[in-house]
């Protein structure tokens, strides 16, 4: 099994479920830190979506505002982690959660570098990857 289809049949939907579970219960709530974050991830990813196939600066520019929302979650960690009792278990969830930032800042990443190629073969094969992760991930991890 490769990186990439350990990253989007395992590793990526794992990311995404953790976001769903840290979002705030009511609107009432203020959103936390790391909600903040990955809605900016999920906003210029949305963006994406709408631009023109040939609209290359555009499409690094979102993605490279998506990946700063990601990196900017990576100092925090989700509710469902912090609700965890302290030792071993928690401590792992810590660290899968910090990998799976850093995958999925990679992925991003790859999205940006396709979009500065001006590569459309290569910008549909990274958004696949973002999109494919990001359907498993709600399939597992939503009530939906």
Same mark, same amino acid.
Request: charged letters at 40%.
């Given at each position: 099994m490769t990186k990439y289809t350990l990253f989007t049949r395992f590793v990526l939907p794992f990311f995404i479920g953790t976001f769903a579970v840290s979002l705030p219960v009511s609107a009432e709530e203020?959103?936390?830190?790391?909600?903040?974050?990955?809605?900016?991830?999920?906003?210029?990813?949305?963006?994406?979506?709408? =631009?023109? !196939?040939?609209?290359?600066?555009?499409?690094?520019?979102?993605?490279?505002?998506?990946?700063?929302? =990601?990196? !900017?979650?990576m100092k925090f960690i989700p509710a469902i982690v912090e609700l965890m009792p302290d030792g071993k278990d928690k401590d792992k969830a810590i660290a899968d959660y910090r990998m799976m930032m850093g995958l999925s800042y990679a992925a991003i990443? %790859?999205?940006?570098?396709?979009?500065?190629? %001006?590569?459309?073969?290569?910008?549909?094969?990274?958004?696949?990857?973002? !999109?494919?992760?990001? !359907? %498993?991930?709600?399939?597992k991890y939503t009530d939906d």
């Open positions: 203020e959103d936390s830190p790391l909600t903040v974050a990955m809605d900016q991830t999920s906003s210029a990813l949305k963006k994406l979506r709408k =631009i023109a !196939k040939d609209d290359w600066a555009s499409g690094a520019k979102e993605a490279r505002i998506a990946a700063d929302g =990601i990196r !900017k979650g990443c %790859e999205l940006e570098l396709a979009y500065l190629e %001006e590569d459309q073969n290569k910008v549909d094969a990274a958004s696949k990857k973002v !999109k494919g992760g990001k !359907k %498993e991930g709600h399939k």
